[in-house]
Nanobody, 123 residues
Framework: QVQLVESGGGLVQAGGSLRLSCAASGRTFSSLAVGWFRQAPGKEREFVAAVSWSGGTTRYSNSVKGRFTISRDNAKNTAYLQMNSLKPEDTAVYYC????????????????WGQGTQVTVSS
């Protein structure tokens, strides 16, 4: 069974940066594609970014493109989301997701999910 644990969330001022981590266990990490999603209060969960199994391909939502960078280190069984130029509208619970066969923006296609980490951006 795959387990995902997010960390790195917190409170930051607008314009600041945070780096989220997603540590995986229970499966060879390179066999999993990874996505980051977020959910703000009263809103639906939305796609943020995804990285392919080898890390060679990435995808981003338009709202974070150019500000966020997704990456992974398969030797450390960890994926990252570097978030720069944060805005108050980035405030949400951020979730890491993984799947053996799917890489993309559809949250329903990911089989494994972490518990989430809160990111709060103050204005």
């Amino acid at each position: 069974q795959v387990q995902l644990v997010e960390s790195g969330g917190g409170l930051v001022q607008a314009g600041g940066s945070l780096r989220l981590s997603c540590a995986a266990s229970g499966r060879t990490f390179s066999s999993l594609a990874v996505g980051w999603f977020r959910q703000a209060p009263g809103k639906e969960r939305e796609f943020v970014a995804a990285v392919s199994w080898s890390g060679g391909t990435t995808r981003y939502s338009n709202s974070v493109k150019g500000r966020f960078t997704i990456s992974r280190d398969n030797a450390k069984n960890t994926a990252y989301l570097q978030m720069n130029s944060l805005k108050p509208e980035d405030t949400a619970v951020y979730y890491c997701a993984a799947d053996d066969s799917y890489f993309g923006s559809d949250d329903e296609s990911y089989d494994y999910w972490g518990q989430g980490t809160q990111v709060t951006v103050s204005s």
